[in-house]
């Protein structure tokens, strides 16, 4: 079975833009959730998606959201990019059957804010 | 979910077994301990989880203790591979909910030619 997949790996912007980044969860997989990872932040919960519907969201300000479609694919929008939101994006998927879920991550996208 | 403490770092012979503690004093009777580990810059790697019992499959060994406040994570035959940060994580099970992964700053593990 092939992994989550995070599109694009690496991505350069500057202030002001905006950026979308999209996540594939592993086939069969319903629930995908987003994490930063920064250096002084360590890894953080953005939110998390569960057929369509955000369920559950991060302590992150409203230039991020994010949005789930119909096979289970996410993207996550960062509007009006700052210096600070230089990170590692990651998503993970999971398939939400049992209580003892595992999330299963892909390998992430690198954002470069300049 | 309860919070969990780590050594920040340890090193270990390559070839002999990595244990990588992990303390988690309020642990509540429904919380599952699960492991985790990133090599650098690239996304987390599940390795293991477990809820009382000693668990084990191919990449390491979980043992919690009888009161279940630390657990211990192996690694029979440490690799150079191995190197990366090693978090323990502990989450309440849901049944098909909504949960989040709370990461802490984990345990560098570095091994040792």
């Known amino acids: 079975k092939a992994g989550v997949t995070q599109t694009p790996r690496y991505l350069i912007k500057t202030r002001g833009q905006q950026v979308t980044l999209s996540c594939s969860p592993i086939s069969g997989h319903r629930s995908v959730s987003w994490y930063q990872q920064t250096p002084g932040q360590g890894l953080q919960f953005l939110f998390e998606y569960f057929s369509e519907t955000q369920r559950n969201k991060g302590n992150f300000p409203g230039r991020f959201s994010g949005r789930q479609f119909s096979n289970s694919r996410s993207e996550m929008n960062v509007s009006t990019l700052e210096l600070g939101d230089s990170a590692l994006y990651l998503c993970?998927?999971?398939?939400?059957?049992?209580?003892?879920?595992?999330?299963?991550f892909g390998p992430g996208t690198r954002l470069t804010v300049l | 979910d309860a919070k969990t403490t780590q050594p920040p770092s340890m090193d270990c012979a390559e070839g002999r077994a990595a244990n990588l503690p992990c303390n988690h004093s309020t642990i509540s009777g429904n919380e599952y301990v699960y492991w985790y580990r990133q090599i650098h810059s690239q996304g987390p790697q599940y390795i293991i989880h477990?809820?009382?019992n000693n668990e084990t499959n191919e990449m390491a060994s979980l043992i919690i203790t009888e009161d279940r406040k630390s657990s211990t994570l192996i690694l029979p035959h440490a690799t150079l591979r191995d190197t990366a940060v090693y978090y323990c994580i502990v989450r309440v099970a849901h049944g098909a909910g909504s949960y989040q992964l709370t990461f802490g700053k984990g345990t560098k593990l570095s091994v040792i030619p």
């Open positions: 993970a998927s999971s398939q939400l059957v049992s209580s003892t879920d595992t999330q299963y």
């Open positions: 477990g809820l009382k």
